[in-house]
């Protein structure tokens, strides 16, 4: 399509059609390539009610955790508000003065805070007012733009919205008249009206004829402090007219306020502190309810979960993409294990195993797992599950049954261990149960060291802590729906009405009798022997208490649960079939490494491109190569500074390499401007990725950044 004109210009040409999007079901993208199988339908929807399952769980979950802090935030906001209708009052009429402020730390986890505050944001409207306000610092650059935003936002979440063809006529005279002195105004008239809300919510807020405007700082360290300083003073001046509340949220601590905030202009906040839950107790929550329970199948063995904290711990501190590396596994384990098929309820499992293809019964058959559990079994069950469909089913429901039931005592008895050794001296076994499940799954945990001092230090404990850890141990076994180990439980209330029993009181009599028999003498040299007699005596006889034989017969019982029900969960069988161990393929999605992917795609661009023509030796340069690679790997073969004439010669060299056999090249002066054009732009995009920058040293050089290949 040409077009003429006097002037030289740029023309847009819209095509006569859009071409409409097929959408492709999803199910398709998750059986597309070589794990396409006659399930991957059914492991797909497999997967997408466990995901929806576990997702409803960490939501309901992050509200409960969350509830403490928004109860006390809400208390504020109402007791801060209640002053403006006692305006009689003169302590009221101090604070008046005062903006009331809450100063929510929330963390580093920044990513984290947006749900926070949406949350929030509809609890306080559910709660305390319809006006709420939250705003971020990159958009509001200035005390203009803020006004502007706050006024938009506070007009649109109102009620009282007039008729649709006002609304552009509202919005211009919004942004023309953005003031302190308008938004007075405009809460005199609504307030006058009233806001209409719905009946069922809000009932707080509809008691009050005037309810308080609450404004979020979703950032606050990265807003300006002048606009914050010019905000808070021309509030200050309105606050009996407009009652306006406060929310900073805080990733880092309250001290930013008065870094940010001069005295003149802090002294007009009322400030109260509120701190939400750590991240780590967090984290250690969502692993209780997701994995460490029988509830979802799914499981993920130890070097799967230690990527998955080390990224939470080293990198961001964020449950939400704690939570999206956890359905990434899933997917994973379900996109690559053929047998997930069977990752669901137990019930719905068994009914599966009935209609297993006979390729599913193969994979079952070349499992590690369940050829070392076929080569413990007799000759003949041997042949009977490598070549009978019928009895291999039986048994895989055997199996399954047993691993859930694995399932069942291992989670009681870690429970019970860690309620042992969380609170010992210097935590050998780590404070955090995550740390003790990690331990556990690993390798057998009474083989390693720090079990070893574990108990050594259990021997050492007094008869208070305990009564106190066999306490909560029955907890743990009374609040399990599942009755395999109810025998356990009595066995440790026994324990603790011997504990309860123990008759110290004679004990201790007979031992301050003998002392008081053995100390007759005075003087410093026959108490002297009197004392190193006594203790000669005790380190011949050993006699234990009563008390210390019942606390050896504690420790013991429990070494000798750790030994039967804390086996790791590859001596199960058919723990594939549940566990995802593919740490490798989850790091690389997860754990990005810019410069080795930037090395790859520019040094073997084949790598990528799949192009046939650009496979090459190593160390050779093919002349077909996109620009940027020729000068890439070019590149590589200077030193600290690179003459960029060399370089230049050396790009064409490569480049019209191809050109010599071609009869209908153009000119030879054409052709070098062509190729000078290219190596420029290929010099500007390495610069740009930070491969090279200009030098002073020399006008004609450009310095290397990078060494080594990647």
């Known amino acids: 399509m040409a077009t003429s004109s006097v002037s030289k210009g740029c023309f847009v040409f819209k095509p006569s059609f859009k071409k409409r999007k097929i959408s492709v079901p999803v199910e398709d993208y998750f059986s597309k390539g070589k794990n396409e199988s006659e399930d991957s339908k059914l492991r797909f929807e497999t997967y997408h009610l466990l995901w929806q399952q576990m997702k409803s769980e960490t939501e309901q979950l992050q509200e409960e955790l969350n509830k403490n802090l928004f109860d006390s935030l809400i208390q504020f906001l109402q007791k801060s508000h209640s002053g403006f209708h006692n305006s009689n009052d003169w302590s009221c009429q101090i604070k008046l003065k005062e903006i009331p402020t809450a100063a929510l730390i929330l963390g580093v986890n920044v990513t984290d805070h947006d749900l926070i505050f949406r949350s929030l944001t509809e609890a306080i409207q559910n709660n305390v007012t319809p006006h709420v306000v939250a705003l971020k610092a990159k958009d509001c650059p200035d005390i203009k733009h803020f006004l502007q935003k706050f006024v938009t936002q506070l007009t649109e979440c109102c009620g009282n919205v007039k008729a649709k063809e006002e609304e552009s006529v509202e919005v211009t005279q919004r942004k023309t008249n953005c003031s302190m002195d308008s938004l007075t105004a405009w809460y005199k008239a609504v307030t006058k009206t009233g806001p209409k809300m719905p009946s069922k919510k809000r009932i707080t807020s509809s008691q009050w004829q005037s309810p308080p405007v609450v404004l979020i700082l979703k950032d606050m360290e990265s807003f300006s402090t002048k606009v914050l300083q010019d905000f808070i003073i021309i509030s200050s001046q309105h606050l009996h007219e407009f009652p306006l509340i406060l929310i900073f949220g805080i990733a880092t601590s309250p001290i930013i306020i008065h870094r940010l905030l001069p005295h003149a202009v802090s002294s007009l906040l009322c400030i109260e502190l509120f701190q939400s839950l750590s991240c780590k107790e967090h984290l250690t929550t969502i692993l209780d309810k997701l994995l460490l329970t029988t509830q979802f199948p799914f499981k993920i063995n130890e070097k799967v979960l230690q990527v998955l904290t080390n990224i939470f711990l080293y990198h961001d501190f964020s449950i939400q993409n704690f939570i999206k590396g956890l359905q990434l596994s899933l997917l994973e384990h379900f996109y690559s294990q053929p047998l997930s098929v069977l990752c669901c309820n137990l019930l719905e499992a068994k009914k599966r195993i009935n209609f297993l293809s006979f390729n599913q019964c193969e994979h079952i058959r070349r499992l ?261 690679c020729i000068a890439y790997k070019l590149h590589l073969e200077c030193s600290r500074l690179i003459n960029l004439v060399d370089w230049s010669e050396a790009f064409a060299t490569v480049v019209t390499a191809a050109e010599q056999m071609d009869g209908n090249a153009s000119t030879s002066e054409e052709r070098n401007e062509i190729i000078h054009a290219r190596f420029v732009r290929a010099v500007s995009e390495l610069e740009l990725l930070g491969f090279i920058k200009p030098t002073k040293q020399k006008t004609d050089h450009v310095a290397r950044l990078t060494w080594g290949g990647c």
């Not at 003949?380 to 490598?386: F, H, N, P, T």
């Not at 009405?497 to 031992?511: H, P, S």
């Not at 003998?514 to 100390?519: F, I, P, V, Y």
């Not at 210390?548 to 039967?564: P, Q, T």
């Open 368 to 628: 590690p797992s369940f050829r070392r559990y076929v080569e413990k079994q007799a000759s003949e069950k041997q042949v009977a599950l490598l070549t009978n469909e019928r009895i291999l089913k039986v048994e895989t429901q055997s199996l399954l049954e047993n691993l859930h039931v694995y399932h069942v005592n291992y989670f009681l008895v870690l429970r019970c261990l860690h309620n042992f050794t969380s609170s010992l001296p210097k935590y050998p076994l780590g404070r955090q149960i995550r740390e003790l499940y990690c331990a556990c799954l690993e390798k057998s945990i009474w083989d390693s060291e720090d079990y070893g001092s574990a108990l050594q230090l259990l021997r050492m404990l007094a008869k208070d802590e305990l009564m106190t850890i066999l306490k909560k141990c029955v907890k743990v076994f009374n609040a399990s729906s599942e009755k395999q180990l109810g025998g356990t439980a009595k066995k440790i209330e026994e324990f603790l009405a011997e504990f309860q029993n123990l008759d110290e009181a004679k004990e201790e009599e007979d031992a301050s009798g003998s002392q008081s028999k053995g100390l007759q003498k005075t003087d410093l040299y026959h108490l002297q022997k009197s004392l190193l007699e006594m203790k000669e005596l005790r380190r011949t006889s050993k006699k234990q208490t009563k008390f210390e034989i019942l606390r050896e017969k504690v420790v013991n019982f429990i070494d000798s649960l750790v030994r039967e029900y804390l086996l790791p969960p590859e001596t199960q069988p058919l723990h594939e079939v549940v566990y995802f161990s593919s740490a490798h393929s989850l790091r690389e999605h997860l754990n990005a490494a810019p410069r080795i992917t930037l090395h790859t795609a520019l040094n073997n661009p084949y790598y990528y491109l799949k192009n046939e023509a650009l496979k090459s030796e190593e160390g050779c340069i093919p002349n077909i190569a996109p620009d940027i």
